[in-house]
């Protein structure tokens, strides 16, 4: 029913000029395939394309992720240390190696398999102080290099504001917190709370919004992807349970969305009970589908208070003028150099997916 978003799933493949063209100066797209007799990376950079090869197959980089992930808690003690290193020493080391990334701050990245489950701003580079990606890197990520540019390409009509929405404050008080910070912190905010933050009046307000934020319950659901949703207040026609199949049609054009909740950035493939793919359907892919431009969502189960302050510092740095992007990765080396968030669970679990960034 929606011809313009019609490429997102069916386009044809874009060159790697194409990329290029987009490409800033400081930037680079990486494309990685995963299989097990090898793995390799795919870079584009403005004046050329390369293949790197890394040193891990698809087998030992699953079980590293889910390693890694196993340990990234709040009671993980530094043990993550180890096995982020060495996700940095297969993935991105060799990258650096082949010089491809010489004079480059911002990359996009395009996961494979296992590697849509894995923190990446969270890898450990060796020597130099154990400098987190993040410290080094402004990351964003997308599903291939045709939605990029698709996503890029689609027309938008005007918006404006910020919708902040915050439907189950009772249980999760740092959601309240989240979006008083933000309506001090942006302009031109409206702000739903409790029993106002009906799912009828998001389908109402959200189309007009240049900015959606939820903060909120998420679940993913193991069986059947397609009906993982985000939790709002029922009212009217509407339940409050908004899945990812209801998501597709709402025609949100927002420049970002803001899913605050528990793993919003997963979808079906290896955690799920549902075969894996190279595409993994979820609500980030289904916000996207649905007009976004970008959208923020989680890895993993994250902490309530923990995010009341990311959120606040992040929409603090978007008012300052930052790039999403940019944003995401100042906050996050802002938490991990806090004792009180420096571990990786309370900022790593944050990523940014989508298009490039608005012109």
């Not at 590697?115 to 291939?144: C, E, K």
């Not at 990029?148 to 027309?155: C, G, M, N, P």
């Not at 923020?296 to 008012?319: C, E, I, R, S």
Request: hydrophobic content about 45%; overall charge neutral; aromatic content about 8%.
């Amino acid at each position: 029913r929606a011809p313009e978003y019609s490429n997102a799933v069916s386009g044809r493949a874009a060159s790697w000029r194409e990329v290029a063209r987009r490409l800033g100066p400081d930037q680079a797209f990486v494309s990685y395939l995963l299989t097990d007799s090898g793995s390799i990376a795919l870079v584009v950079v403005r004046d050329t394309v390369v293949s790197v090869a890394l040193p891990l197959s698809r087998r030992e980089i699953a079980r590293l992720v889910e390693f890694t992930r196993g340990v990234l808690d709040e009671r993980s003690a530094g043990s993550w240390r180890g096995p982020l290193r060495r996700l940095y020493a297969a993935l991105i080391a060799p990258l650096e190696d082949s010089g491809v990334l010489d004079g480059k701050r911002r990359i996009v990245i395009v996961p494979h398999a296992e590697l849509h489950y894995a923190p990446f701003a969270a890898f450990v580079a060796a020597g130099a102080g154990d400098q987190f990606a993040a410290q080094r890197y402004d990351m964003s990520f997308t599903p291939s290099a045709s939605v990029w540019l698709t996503i890029d390409e689609q027309k938008r009509p005007a918006s404006r504001g910020v919708l902040a929405f915050a439907p189950r404050n009772d249980a999760l008080r740092g959601t309240q917190s989240e979006v008083t910070a933000i309506s001090s912190t942006m302009p031109d905010v409206l702000v739903a709370l409790g029993r106002d933050a009906t799912e009828e009046a998001f389908r109402r307000n959200a189309p007009g919004r240049r900015i959606v934020h939820l903060a909120t319950f998420g679940v993913l659901n193991k069986q059947n992807p397609l009906f993982s949703f985000v939790e709002l207040a029922p009212g009217g026609a509407h339940d409050g349970i908004l899945e990812v199949n209801e998501v597709f049609g709402l025609g949100i054009h927002a420049d970002l969305v803001v899913l605050s909740a528990c793993q919003t950035a997963l979808g079906s493939g290896a955690q799920a009970d549902v075969p894996p793919g190279d595409d993994w359907v979820g609500l980030v892919r289904a916000f996207l589908l649905a007009g976004a431009r970008q959208v923020l969502g989680t890895l993993w189960p994250v902490d309530d208070w923990a995010t009341a302050a990311f959120m606040k510092q992040f929409y603090g740095n978007l008012a300052r003028g930052m790039t999403a992007e940019r944003a995401l990765s100042v906050t996050q080396n802002a938490m991990a150099a806090s004792p009180a968030t420096s571990d990786p669970f309370y900022w790593a679990g944050f990523v940014l997916v989508g298009g490039p960034e608005s012109r």
